[in-house]
């Protein structure tokens, strides 16, 4: 059983990166149409990707229904709370069926990756399982919902809220993930995928402007010299691309301190012409 103080640190560590079900936390289905609707249709390149969503909720009450078992008095609310777990997750369908099951194995990679030890993850009933299992040791509410960002047939881009409370912590913890794919081919996209190493630099370069700019604003010592953290821009993993912007996406702490909260930057597409590979 994990105590609440081992619960308070693991949940107010200064950096959530990994987070997994075991620290806190939890790191998305639909029958619809098959045709017309691109991914992998010439006659149809240019159209939006169908991608339905299905919503799940779990409670577990194993921890409280024990507590009230034990006759002792509540210490804390906590004490007498239930575990929760709340999912949107994203299935895509087209014509191309290997496609389909392309980025659909993609997105269920995403859920699977939040429990570090589940290595046999296949389904989302391995992640409700595993939330049981997480609830069993300590009381944890969960939410993990996706949404479309981008999908206008060139690039399809979903996004992963994410915000996971322990019992006992200050505050939930929050993030927003993204899963980038090509709309024609299904390709997993990665900013090396989609840019030059001239268009990565000018992202790093013109990254780097906004980052300052923001810090400044906030009147965020960058070089440390207030803090202890030096808040050094490095390209995130988490993008989308559409028409008019490529937008970076940090979560809490990885852009400056937590009272930034999650930080978006755009870059106008513009300024990278030339720079996308073919």
Same mark, same amino acid.
């Given at each position: ?29 639909? %029958? ?13 390149? /240019? ?33 007498? @709370? ?20 392309? %980025? +659909?194995?993609? &997105? ?49 881009? %979903? ?26 081919? /299904? ?14 630099? &000018? ?40 028409? +008019? ?6 979560? @809490? ?26």
């Amino acid at each position: 059983m994990v105590s609440k103080n081992d619960a308070r640190e693991l949940c107010l560590h200064p950096n959530p990166k990994p987070i997994t079900m075991n620290k806190c936390t939890f790191f998305v289905i639909g %029958i619809s149409l098959m045709f017309l609707m691109g991914c992998g249709n010439p006659k149809t390149a /240019g159209k939006p990707i169908q991608v339905d969503f299905k919503e799940y909720h779990e409670t577990d009450c194993s921890l409280a229904d024990a507590f009230r078992a034990s006759g002792e008095e509540p210490l804390l609310l906590e004490d007498t @709370m239930c575990s929760e777990l709340t999912l949107r997750f994203p299935t895509v369908s087209c014509n191309d069926q290997a496609i389909a099951d392309l %980025i +659909n194995a993609d &997105l269920l990679k995403v859920y699977c990756a939040a429990d570090e030890e589940n290595t046999d993850c296949k389904s989302i009933d391995d992640v409700i399982r595993s939330f049981h299992e997480a609830a069993s040791e300590m009381g944890i509410i969960v939410e993990i919902k996706s949404k479309i960002v981008v999908n206008d047939g060139e690039y399809l881009c %979903i996004g992963h809220d994410v915000s996971s409370y322990g019992f006992g912590a200050a505050h939930p913890i929050t993030g927003f993930g993204t899963s980038n794919y090509s709309a024609i081919t /299904g390709q997993i996209l990665h900013l090396g995928d989609v840019f030059t190493e001239e268009g990565i630099k &000018l992202l790093e370069e013109e990254g780097k402007k906004q980052h300052e700019a923001l810090l400044a604003q906030e009147g965020i010592d960058q070089n440390g010299q207030d803090s202890p953290i030096e808040w050094e821009f490095k390209l995130p993993e988490d993008f989308s691309i559409d028409q +008019n912007n490529i937008t970076l996406y940090f979560d @809490m702490y990885e852009a400056g301190p937590g009272v930034l909260g999650n930080v978006s930057i755009q870059i106008p597409r513009e300024k990278l012409v030339g720079k996308f590979r073919e």
